[in-house]
Structure formats: C-alpha cells, structure tokens
C-alpha cells in the first residue's frame, strides 16, 4: 500500500509506503539483506533538472534587453535589469579607474615602505567594493537612479584619482598623517 505526496517547499515528490520489505541485494551480488517496515518515505526527485530562470547576471545581453522590454516600469526587476546592463561597461572602466587612484600613491616618495602600499591598495579596493555594494542596493530600491548606481564607484574614485594626481604632480605628499593634508 502507498501514496504520493507533493512537498511544495521544497518541490519534491514523496512516494510514501506502508507495511512493507525492502531487499538490497550487495554490491559483490552474493547476498541480499531484508528490512521490514511499516512506514518507508522515498522521495522522488523529479524536478532536479527542470530548468530554472536566469538570474540577471546569468543572462546574455541580448537577454538583458528582452527582459528589460518586458519588465514593468519602475518595478525592482527593471531596476536590477538597468543595473546588470550598465554594470557590465562599468565594471571594466572600473578597473582602470582604479589604477588611475593608486599609480600616484604608488609613484609618491613620501609614502614609505610596500607595507603601507598593500595596506592603502587593498583599503581603496575595499572602498570601492563597499561603494559598488551600496550603489546595487541603492539602485535596486530606486534610491539612486538604477542606470547611475553601477557608475557611482567609478566617478568617486575619478574624483579621487584627479586629486591625487594633482597633489603628486605639484610633489605634495599624499599621505592622511603627515600633517599637511590638503
């Protein structure tokens, strides 16, 4: 006797069995061992490999541009949609921003040693990343504009860059603790 059963949280099916024997025969084929029960629970995983949506980052551009078409206006999709489109030309000026930011903190006589220049790398990689972070949920919720967010990081650290060039070609020092900052 059994029945079926269909686990909606987490899309399973259960064939449930009642009053029962289960025979396992061993891997060398010589024996076989029996177990009795009275309640057996198979599930059946039959949607395993039911394909799922892609998420935005998963989609091909041309994707991007139908799902946006398609996207409510205003709606968080369309807002997560206009972030992945413009975070992929951002993303990549990114990079080069970001070496625009730190060459002059590199090419600086004033800063001492190749500790103090990781530890300033990677804390301006990692303002850039929490900037990048806050400016997708910003986006997201149409806090900022969701085509402006993805550009955000970048135009700050365009900012910093200008700056630091400028104080590096007029060989001012570019360190916090020296004591003449600005």
């Known amino acids: 006797k059994g029945r079926m059963i269909f686990d909606r949280k987490s899309e399973r ?12 025969l061993s891997e060398d084929t010589t024996s076989f061992h029996s177990v009795e029960f009275d309640t057996y629970q198979v599930p059946l995983e039959l949607f395993q490999f039911a394909p799922k949506p892609k998420t935005e980052d998963e989609m091909f551009f041309d994707e991007l541009q139908t799902a946006l078409a398609r996207a409510r206006p205003g709606s968080v999709e369309q807002n997560k949609l206009l972030i992945e489109i413009n975070r ?12 625009l930011t730190v060459m002059p903190l590199g ?6 040693g190749r500790a103090v220049g990781l530890i300033m790398g990677l804390a301006i990689f990692l303002l850039y990343y929490l900037l990048l972070t806050a400016a997708w949920r ?13 550009w955000m990081p970048n135009l700050i650290f ?12 007029k060989d001012r020092p ?3 603790f020296e004591g003449q900052w600005p």
Do not use: E
């Open 174 to 176: 570019i360190a916090v």
């Open 13 to 24: 099916l259960v064939f449930q069995l009642f009053k029962g024997r289960v025979l396992r």
């Open 138 to 150: 910003l986006g997201t919720y149409a806090i900022l504009p969701p085509a402006f967010a993805p």
């Open 88 to 99: 992929r030309f951002s993303l990549p000026l990114g990079v080069t921003v970001m070496i």
């Open 107 to 112: 090419i600086s006589t004033q800063v001492r």
């Open 158 to 169: 365009l900012c910093l860059a200008v700056f630091l060039w400028h104080r590096s070609l």
